[in-house]
Protein backbone atom coordinates (compact mmCIF):
# COMPACT_ATOMS: atom_id res chain seq x y z
CA UNK A 1 0.00 0.00 0.00
CA UNK A 2 1.71 3.16 -0.97
CA UNK A 3 -0.82 5.50 1.11
CA UNK A 4 0.51 7.59 3.90
CA UNK A 5 0.68 6.21 7.68
CA UNK A 6 2.24 8.10 10.56
CA UNK A 7 2.61 7.53 14.10
CA UNK A 8 2.55 10.13 16.73
CA UNK A 9 5.67 9.18 18.94
CA UNK A 10 5.91 11.33 22.34
CA UNK A 11 9.72 12.00 22.72
CA UNK A 12 9.35 10.57 26.50
CA UNK A 13 9.42 6.72 25.09
CA UNK A 14 12.56 7.78 23.29
CA UNK A 15 13.64 8.45 26.74
CA UNK A 16 12.11 5.14 28.36
CA UNK A 17 13.04 2.63 25.21
CA UNK A 18 15.71 4.40 23.61
CA UNK A 19 15.36 5.99 19.68
CA UNK A 20 16.59 3.01 17.25
CA UNK A 21 13.49 0.61 19.14
CA UNK A 22 10.97 3.46 18.92
CA UNK A 23 11.94 4.04 15.25
CA UNK A 24 12.53 0.31 14.53
CA UNK A 25 8.71 -0.45 15.69
CA UNK A 26 7.51 2.15 13.80
CA UNK A 27 9.23 1.93 10.37
CA UNK A 28 8.34 -2.03 10.98
CA UNK A 29 4.92 -1.16 11.17
CA UNK A 30 4.46 0.57 8.16
CA UNK A 31 4.92 4.03 8.67
CA UNK A 32 6.22 6.67 6.67
CA UNK A 33 5.49 9.56 8.75
CA UNK A 34 6.03 10.49 12.70
CA UNK A 35 5.14 13.55 14.78
CA UNK A 36 6.06 14.73 18.03
CA UNK A 37 5.02 17.68 20.21
CA UNK A 38 7.82 19.59 21.69
CA UNK A 39 7.65 18.65 25.35
CA UNK A 40 9.94 16.55 27.56
CA UNK A 41 8.61 14.44 30.55
CA UNK A 42 10.04 12.96 33.92
CA UNK A 43 8.72 11.32 36.58
CA UNK A 44 7.08 13.46 38.84
CA UNK A 45 8.29 15.27 42.10
CA UNK A 46 6.26 15.76 44.82
CA UNK A 47 2.21 16.33 44.30
CA UNK A 48 2.55 18.66 41.71
CA UNK A 49 2.87 16.23 38.80
CA UNK A 50 0.20 15.73 35.51
CA UNK A 51 -1.84 12.27 35.37
CA UNK A 52 0.11 10.22 32.42
CA UNK A 53 -2.33 9.47 30.25
CA UNK A 54 -4.29 12.59 31.19
CA UNK A 55 -8.03 11.90 32.27
CA UNK A 56 -10.00 13.73 29.48
CA UNK A 57 -12.76 14.53 32.40
CA UNK A 58 -13.75 10.62 33.20
CA UNK A 59 -10.74 8.47 31.81
CA UNK A 60 -10.01 7.42 35.17
CA UNK A 61 -9.29 3.77 34.42
CA UNK A 62 -7.68 4.86 31.17
CA UNK A 63 -3.86 3.35 31.20
CA UNK A 64 -1.30 3.41 27.98
CA UNK A 65 -0.06 -0.08 26.52
CA UNK A 66 3.59 0.99 26.84
CA UNK A 67 4.99 1.42 30.01
CA UNK A 68 6.76 4.76 31.21
CA UNK A 69 9.23 3.96 33.76
CA UNK A 70 7.60 0.77 34.43
CA UNK A 71 4.11 2.47 34.72
CA UNK A 72 1.08 2.16 32.12
CA UNK A 73 -0.16 4.87 34.53
CA UNK A 74 1.79 7.68 36.07
CA UNK A 75 2.37 11.65 36.78
CA UNK A 76 4.79 13.21 35.03
CA UNK A 77 6.43 16.66 35.30
CA UNK A 78 6.11 18.29 31.83
CA UNK A 79 9.26 20.73 30.49
CA UNK A 80 9.25 22.39 27.06
CA UNK A 81 11.95 20.31 24.87
CA UNK A 82 13.58 23.83 23.81
CA UNK A 83 14.49 27.14 25.31
CA UNK A 84 11.79 29.77 23.83
CA UNK A 85 13.64 32.77 22.12
CA UNK A 86 11.69 36.05 24.54
CA UNK A 87 11.96 38.16 21.45
CA UNK A 88 9.15 36.20 19.61
CA UNK A 89 6.70 36.53 22.38
CA UNK A 90 7.18 40.63 22.97
CA UNK A 91 3.90 41.51 21.99
CA UNK A 92 1.99 38.36 24.06
CA UNK A 93 0.83 37.84 27.58
CA UNK A 94 1.46 34.44 27.17
CA UNK A 95 4.71 32.56 27.18
CA UNK A 96 5.67 28.65 27.15
CA UNK A 97 6.47 27.22 30.29
CA UNK A 98 10.23 28.65 31.81
CA UNK A 99 10.82 25.14 33.75
CA UNK A 100 13.95 23.94 32.42
CA UNK A 101 14.70 20.46 31.79
CA UNK A 102 16.22 18.55 34.71
CA UNK A 103 19.18 16.77 31.96
CA UNK A 104 20.07 19.66 29.56
CA UNK A 105 20.90 16.97 27.14
CA UNK A 106 17.49 15.89 27.01
CA UNK A 107 17.17 19.19 24.37
CA UNK A 108 18.73 17.31 21.91
CA UNK A 109 15.69 14.47 21.73
CA UNK A 110 13.71 16.49 19.62
CA UNK A 111 16.72 16.67 17.11
CA UNK A 112 17.87 13.46 17.14
CA UNK A 113 14.07 12.20 16.15
CA UNK A 114 14.37 14.31 13.24
CA UNK A 115 17.66 13.45 12.31
CA UNK A 116 16.54 9.54 12.45
CA UNK A 117 13.42 10.36 11.06
CA UNK A 118 14.77 11.72 7.86
CA UNK A 119 17.97 9.05 7.68
CA UNK A 120 15.16 6.62 7.55
CA UNK A 121 13.13 8.26 5.15
CA UNK A 122 10.32 9.05 7.26
CA UNK A 123 8.36 12.65 7.01
CA UNK A 124 9.09 14.46 10.09
CA UNK A 125 5.90 16.94 11.72
CA UNK A 126 5.74 19.17 15.01
CA UNK A 127 2.36 18.94 16.80
CA UNK A 128 1.51 22.90 18.50
CA UNK A 129 -1.50 24.02 20.24
CA UNK A 130 -1.54 27.56 19.42
CA UNK A 131 -4.67 28.27 21.56
CA UNK A 132 -3.70 26.44 24.54
CA UNK A 133 -1.31 28.78 26.73
CA UNK A 134 -0.17 28.23 30.00
CA UNK A 135 -2.94 30.37 32.50
CA UNK A 136 -5.64 31.32 30.47
CA UNK A 137 -6.94 34.51 31.66
CA UNK A 138 -10.76 34.84 32.19
CA UNK A 139 -10.67 37.87 29.69
CA UNK A 140 -9.37 35.77 26.82
CA UNK A 141 -12.03 32.95 27.07
CA UNK A 142 -14.75 32.10 24.92
CA UNK A 143 -18.23 33.15 26.54
CA UNK A 144 -21.21 31.36 26.11
CA UNK A 145 -24.65 32.74 25.02
CA UNK A 146 -25.93 33.12 29.13
CA UNK A 147 -22.47 35.41 30.06
CA UNK A 148 -20.70 32.48 31.54
CA UNK A 149 -17.16 30.87 30.89
CA UNK A 150 -15.93 27.62 30.64
CA UNK A 151 -15.18 25.66 34.25
CA UNK A 152 -13.84 22.34 35.17
CA UNK A 153 -13.75 19.81 34.78
CA UNK A 154 -12.95 20.11 31.00
CA UNK A 155 -10.80 18.43 28.37
CA UNK A 156 -9.35 22.08 28.03
CA UNK A 157 -9.43 25.65 28.57
CA UNK A 158 -8.45 27.55 25.70
CA UNK A 159 -8.31 30.93 24.32
CA UNK A 160 -10.83 32.48 21.63
CA UNK A 161 -9.39 32.34 18.18
CA UNK A 162 -10.78 36.35 17.67
CA UNK A 163 -8.84 37.85 20.94
CA UNK A 164 -5.91 39.44 20.62
CA UNK A 165 -4.24 37.87 23.16
CA UNK A 166 -4.82 34.39 21.01
CA UNK A 167 -3.42 35.86 17.70
CA UNK A 168 -0.77 36.98 19.21
CA UNK A 169 0.89 34.12 20.89
CA UNK A 170 -0.24 31.43 18.45
CA UNK A 171 1.98 33.71 15.71
CA UNK A 172 4.87 33.74 18.37
CA UNK A 173 4.05 30.23 18.95
CA UNK A 174 4.32 29.15 15.53
CA UNK A 175 7.75 31.36 14.90
CA UNK A 176 9.20 30.16 17.33
CA UNK A 177 8.85 26.31 16.52
CA UNK A 178 9.96 26.61 13.41
CA UNK A 179 12.59 28.73 14.61
CA UNK A 180 14.08 25.46 17.10
CA UNK A 181 13.16 23.02 14.50
CA UNK A 182 14.83 23.12 10.86
CA UNK A 183 13.85 20.71 9.05
CA UNK A 184 10.41 19.68 9.67
CA UNK A 185 8.01 18.78 7.25
CA UNK A 186 4.66 19.98 8.37
CA UNK A 187 3.38 21.90 11.56
CA UNK A 188 0.32 20.07 12.71
CA UNK A 189 -2.04 22.52 14.37
CA UNK A 190 -4.42 20.54 17.43
CA UNK A 191 -7.02 22.37 19.17
CA UNK A 192 -6.97 25.20 16.95
CA UNK A 193 -10.62 25.27 17.03
CA UNK A 194 -14.37 25.68 19.03
CA UNK A 195 -14.99 23.22 21.27
CA UNK A 196 -17.24 20.44 21.18
CA UNK A 197 -17.44 18.50 24.20
CA UNK A 198 -20.36 19.86 26.13
CA UNK A 199 -23.55 20.45 24.84
CA UNK A 200 -23.17 24.36 26.07
CA UNK A 201 -20.00 24.74 23.71
CA UNK A 202 -22.79 25.44 20.95
CA UNK A 203 -23.69 28.46 22.00
CA UNK A 204 -20.39 29.92 22.02
CA UNK A 205 -19.05 32.35 21.05
CA UNK A 206 -20.05 36.00 22.60
CA UNK A 207 -17.14 37.53 23.94
CA UNK A 208 -16.74 40.88 22.77
CA UNK A 209 -13.95 40.25 20.49
CA UNK A 210 -16.25 38.03 18.76
CA UNK A 211 -18.80 40.45 18.84
CA UNK A 212 -16.61 43.17 16.97
CA UNK A 213 -15.33 40.97 14.52
CA UNK A 214 -18.89 39.51 13.39
CA UNK A 215 -20.33 43.20 13.23
CA UNK A 216 -17.39 44.15 11.18
CA UNK A 217 -18.29 41.12 8.77
CA UNK A 218 -21.37 43.21 8.50
CA UNK A 219 -23.20 40.30 10.43
CA UNK A 220 -26.56 41.36 11.99
CA UNK A 221 -25.29 39.92 15.66
CA UNK A 222 -28.82 40.90 17.47
CA UNK A 223 -29.80 38.39 15.50
CA UNK A 224 -27.76 35.79 16.28
CA UNK A 225 -27.80 36.51 20.17
CA UNK A 226 -31.79 36.60 19.84
CA UNK A 227 -32.18 32.66 17.93
CA UNK A 228 -29.20 31.22 20.04
CA UNK A 229 -30.80 32.81 22.82
CA UNK A 230 -34.36 31.24 21.79
CA UNK A 231 -32.16 27.83 21.38
CA UNK A 232 -30.79 28.01 24.19
CA UNK A 233 -34.75 28.32 25.83
CA UNK A 234 -35.82 25.55 24.40
CA UNK A 235 -32.88 23.29 25.14
CA UNK A 236 -33.86 24.32 28.86
CA UNK A 237 -37.54 23.19 28.49
CA UNK A 238 -37.65 20.20 26.60
CA UNK A 239 -40.59 17.75 27.03
CA UNK A 240 -41.00 14.20 25.81
CA UNK A 241 -42.72 15.16 22.58
CA UNK A 242 -39.81 18.03 21.86
CA UNK A 243 -37.68 15.01 21.63
CA UNK A 244 -39.93 12.86 19.33
CA UNK A 245 -39.64 15.74 17.02
CA UNK A 246 -36.26 16.50 17.66
CA UNK A 247 -35.23 12.26 16.31
CA UNK A 248 -38.12 12.58 13.63
CA UNK A 249 -36.30 15.81 12.35
CA UNK A 250 -33.38 14.12 11.78
CA UNK A 251 -34.58 11.50 9.40
CA UNK A 252 -36.94 14.16 7.88
CA UNK A 253 -34.79 16.57 5.59
CA UNK A 254 -38.32 18.98 5.22
CA UNK A 255 -38.59 18.82 9.31
CA UNK A 256 -34.42 19.51 9.29
CA UNK A 257 -34.97 22.71 6.95
CA UNK A 258 -38.03 23.94 8.60
CA UNK A 259 -36.08 24.03 12.18
CA UNK A 260 -33.11 25.44 10.88
CA UNK A 261 -35.20 28.26 9.12
CA UNK A 262 -36.83 28.92 12.26
CA UNK A 263 -33.59 29.77 13.90
CA UNK A 264 -31.26 32.07 11.01
CA UNK A 265 -28.96 33.67 13.30
CA UNK A 266 -27.82 29.77 14.38
CA UNK A 267 -26.83 29.20 10.78
CA UNK A 268 -25.25 32.77 11.23
CA UNK A 269 -23.25 31.51 14.04
CA UNK A 270 -22.17 28.33 12.77
CA UNK A 271 -20.88 30.28 9.10
CA UNK A 272 -19.19 32.76 11.83
CA UNK A 273 -17.17 30.24 13.67
CA UNK A 274 -15.92 28.68 10.77
CA UNK A 275 -14.89 31.87 9.20
CA UNK A 276 -12.67 32.52 12.29
CA UNK A 277 -11.10 28.89 12.41
CA UNK A 278 -10.42 29.43 8.61
CA UNK A 279 -8.84 32.98 9.18
CA UNK A 280 -7.08 31.59 11.67
CA UNK A 281 -5.39 29.50 9.38
CA UNK A 282 -4.91 31.63 6.85
CA UNK A 283 -2.95 33.99 9.24
CA UNK A 284 -0.65 31.26 10.64
CA UNK A 285 -0.02 30.13 7.02
CA UNK A 286 1.04 33.48 6.30
CA UNK A 287 3.25 33.65 9.44
CA UNK A 288 5.12 30.66 8.57
CA UNK A 289 5.62 31.72 5.06
CA UNK A 290 6.91 34.71 6.69
CA UNK A 291 8.91 33.19 8.71
CA UNK A 292 11.00 31.26 6.68
CA UNK A 293 8.68 28.55 6.26
CA UNK A 294 6.93 28.61 3.38
CA UNK A 295 8.28 24.91 2.41
CA UNK A 296 6.60 23.80 5.38
CA UNK A 297 2.73 21.85 4.97
CA UNK A 298 0.47 23.02 7.64
CA UNK A 299 -2.36 20.03 8.93
CA UNK A 300 -5.39 20.78 10.77
CA UNK A 301 -6.48 18.01 13.47
CA UNK A 302 -9.72 18.74 14.66
CA UNK A 303 -13.50 17.65 15.27
CA UNK A 304 -15.12 15.14 12.91
CA UNK A 305 -18.35 15.65 11.28
CA UNK A 306 -21.05 16.68 12.59
CA UNK A 307 -19.20 18.37 15.55
CA UNK A 308 -16.90 19.83 13.14
CA UNK A 309 -20.09 22.04 12.31
CA UNK A 310 -19.96 23.51 16.53
CA UNK A 311 -16.06 23.67 16.54
CA UNK A 312 -15.82 25.70 13.04
CA UNK A 313 -13.49 23.14 11.49
CA UNK A 314 -14.73 23.85 8.09
CA UNK A 315 -12.46 21.52 6.14
CA UNK A 316 -13.74 22.33 2.25
CA UNK A 317 -12.08 26.24 3.24
CA UNK A 318 -9.08 24.70 4.59
CA UNK A 319 -8.42 22.76 1.83
CA UNK A 320 -7.21 25.89 0.26
CA UNK A 321 -5.22 26.69 2.88
CA UNK A 322 -3.48 23.16 4.23
CA UNK A 323 -1.68 20.48 3.00
CA UNK A 324 -3.50 18.04 4.56
CA UNK A 325 -6.67 17.60 7.24
CA UNK A 326 -6.79 15.35 9.81
CA UNK A 327 -9.90 14.48 11.39
CA UNK A 328 -10.04 12.78 14.79
CA UNK A 329 -11.47 9.17 15.27
CA UNK A 330 -11.27 9.18 18.73
CA UNK A 331 -13.20 6.29 19.75
CA UNK A 332 -12.89 6.95 23.15
CA UNK A 333 -14.17 10.48 23.62
CA UNK A 334 -17.11 9.17 21.35
CA UNK A 335 -18.22 6.62 23.99
CA UNK A 336 -18.41 8.97 26.48
CA UNK A 337 -20.35 12.35 24.66
CA UNK A 338 -23.64 11.38 24.88
CA UNK A 339 -23.19 11.13 28.64
CA UNK A 340 -20.92 14.45 28.63
CA UNK A 341 -24.16 15.92 26.59
CA UNK A 342 -26.68 13.86 28.14
CA UNK A 343 -25.90 15.24 31.44
CA UNK A 344 -26.30 18.56 30.57
CA UNK A 345 -29.85 18.11 28.92
CA UNK A 346 -31.13 16.10 32.39
CA UNK A 347 -29.61 19.11 34.57
CA UNK A 348 -31.55 21.31 32.70
CA UNK A 349 -34.04 19.40 32.39
CA UNK A 350 -34.40 16.79 35.78
CA UNK A 351 -38.03 15.37 34.64
CA UNK A 352 -36.88 14.05 31.33
CA UNK A 353 -36.92 10.07 30.59
CA UNK A 354 -32.98 9.37 30.72
CA UNK A 355 -33.65 7.06 27.95
CA UNK A 356 -35.10 8.73 26.04
CA UNK A 357 -32.83 12.24 26.12
CA UNK A 358 -29.80 9.62 25.12
CA UNK A 359 -31.77 7.83 22.53
CA UNK A 360 -32.06 11.40 20.56
CA UNK A 361 -28.45 12.09 21.08
CA UNK A 362 -27.01 8.64 20.05
CA UNK A 363 -29.29 9.20 16.79
CA UNK A 364 -28.07 12.85 16.43
CA UNK A 365 -24.54 11.73 17.05
CA UNK A 366 -24.74 9.32 14.94
CA UNK A 367 -23.30 6.73 17.37
CA UNK A 368 -25.24 3.65 16.99
CA UNK A 369 -24.60 0.80 19.61
CA UNK A 370 -26.57 -2.09 20.41
CA UNK A 371 -27.64 -0.98 23.81
CA UNK A 372 -31.19 -1.41 24.68
CA UNK A 373 -31.99 0.52 27.44
CA UNK A 374 -29.73 3.26 27.61
CA UNK A 375 -28.41 5.17 30.88
CA UNK A 376 -26.12 7.52 31.37
CA UNK A 377 -23.82 5.12 33.48
CA UNK A 378 -23.49 3.24 29.45
CA UNK A 379 -21.34 6.12 28.46
CA UNK A 380 -18.02 6.91 29.49
CA UNK A 381 -14.14 6.72 28.40
CA UNK A 382 -13.85 2.58 28.65
CA UNK A 383 -10.83 0.72 30.39
CA UNK A 384 -8.42 -0.79 28.39
CA UNK A 385 -10.13 -3.96 27.18
CA UNK A 386 -13.30 -2.82 27.39
CA UNK A 387 -15.67 -2.85 23.75
CA UNK A 388 -16.21 0.79 22.75
CA UNK A 389 -20.51 0.81 22.60
CA UNK A 390 -20.71 2.88 19.17
CA UNK A 391 -20.19 0.30 16.02
CA UNK A 392 -16.91 1.06 14.28
CA UNK A 393 -18.94 1.68 11.17
CA UNK A 394 -19.99 4.77 12.59
CA UNK A 395 -17.04 6.28 11.43
CA UNK A 396 -17.06 5.20 7.50
CA UNK A 397 -19.47 8.12 7.02
CA UNK A 398 -17.42 10.36 9.50
CA UNK A 399 -14.45 9.93 6.70
CA UNK A 400 -16.32 10.07 3.63
CA UNK A 401 -17.62 13.64 4.84
CA UNK A 402 -14.29 14.82 4.77
CA UNK A 403 -13.64 13.55 1.82
CA UNK A 404 -16.36 14.67 0.00
CA UNK A 405 -15.88 18.48 1.63
CA UNK A 406 -12.19 19.01 0.35
CA UNK A 407 -13.52 17.72 -2.93
CA UNK A 408 -9.31 16.72 -3.74
CA UNK A 409 -7.96 19.85 -2.91
CA UNK A 410 -6.06 18.78 0.11
CA UNK A 411 -5.23 15.31 1.91
CA UNK A 412 -7.23 13.75 4.14
CA UNK A 413 -5.59 11.67 7.32
CA UNK A 414 -7.85 10.92 9.46
CA UNK A 415 -6.41 9.99 12.88
CA UNK A 416 -7.35 6.64 15.03
CA UNK A 417 -6.46 6.09 18.33
CA UNK A 418 -5.61 2.84 19.17
CA UNK A 419 -6.94 2.85 23.17
CA UNK A 420 -9.71 0.39 22.24
CA UNK A 421 -9.67 -3.38 22.01
CA UNK A 422 -7.66 -5.12 19.63
CA UNK A 423 -10.52 -6.31 17.52
CA UNK A 424 -12.19 -2.98 17.60
CA UNK A 425 -8.34 -1.94 16.34
CA UNK A 426 -8.20 -3.88 13.53
CA UNK A 427 -11.57 -3.14 12.22
CA UNK A 428 -11.19 0.74 12.68
CA UNK A 429 -7.80 0.14 10.19
CA UNK A 430 -9.44 -2.06 7.95
CA UNK A 431 -12.27 0.82 7.51
CA UNK A 432 -9.65 3.75 7.10
CA UNK A 433 -7.82 1.51 4.75
CA UNK A 434 -10.66 0.77 2.39
CA UNK A 435 -11.91 4.62 2.78
CA UNK A 436 -10.85 7.17 0.37
CA UNK A 437 -8.78 9.06 2.70
CA UNK A 438 -5.53 9.50 1.59
CA UNK A 439 -3.59 7.74 4.41
CA UNK A 440 -3.89 7.70 8.32
CA UNK A 441 -2.04 9.05 11.66
CA UNK A 442 -2.58 7.03 14.26
CA UNK A 443 -2.33 8.77 17.93
CA UNK A 444 -0.12 7.92 20.07
CA UNK A 445 3.20 5.29 20.13
CA UNK A 446 2.19 4.83 23.95
CA UNK A 447 -1.05 2.97 22.88
CA UNK A 448 0.42 0.91 20.55
CA UNK A 449 1.23 -2.70 22.17
CA UNK A 450 3.36 -5.25 20.09
CA UNK A 451 0.30 -6.91 19.45
CA UNK A 452 -1.61 -3.84 18.39
CA UNK A 453 1.15 -2.53 15.77
CA UNK A 454 1.50 -5.98 14.38
CA UNK A 455 -2.35 -5.71 13.67
CA UNK A 456 -1.29 -2.23 12.23
CA UNK A 457 1.14 -3.81 10.03
CA UNK A 458 -0.82 -6.81 8.98
CA UNK A 459 -3.97 -4.78 8.00
CA UNK A 460 -2.52 -1.61 6.48
CA UNK A 461 -0.50 -3.48 4.65
CA UNK A 462 -3.11 -5.95 3.54
Known amino acids: MNRFLGIYVDPVYVKVEGLGRVFDNVENAGANGVCFSPWLAYP ?69 MIAEAHRRGLEVNVEIHPLLPPGVRPEDQIVYIDGKRPELPQVAIGLCPNGPAARAYADALVRDTLAQYAGVDNLSLDWTEYGAYRLKDAFTCFCPHCQARAQAQGLDWACVQRDVTRLWEWFHSLTAEHLVRARRAWHSPSALLALLARYPGCLDLLAFKASSIVATYRRLRAVMDESGGAEVGLIARGWPPPWNRLSGMAYGELAHVCSAVAPKLFTFDYSALPAWYGREVMAWNPLLPESDVLDTLVDWMNLPDDIVHRSLSDYHIPAPDELHP ?63 LGILSEEWRD
Open 44 to 112: ALGENGTRYPDLHVDGYRRVVARPVWGEVETTLDYFYSHRPVPAFFENSPYHPPEKQARDPADYQIPHD
Open 390 to 452: ARMDAYVDRVAEVVDQVDGRTRVYPISHPYLPASQWREMVALVRESRADGMWVNMYGYLSDEK
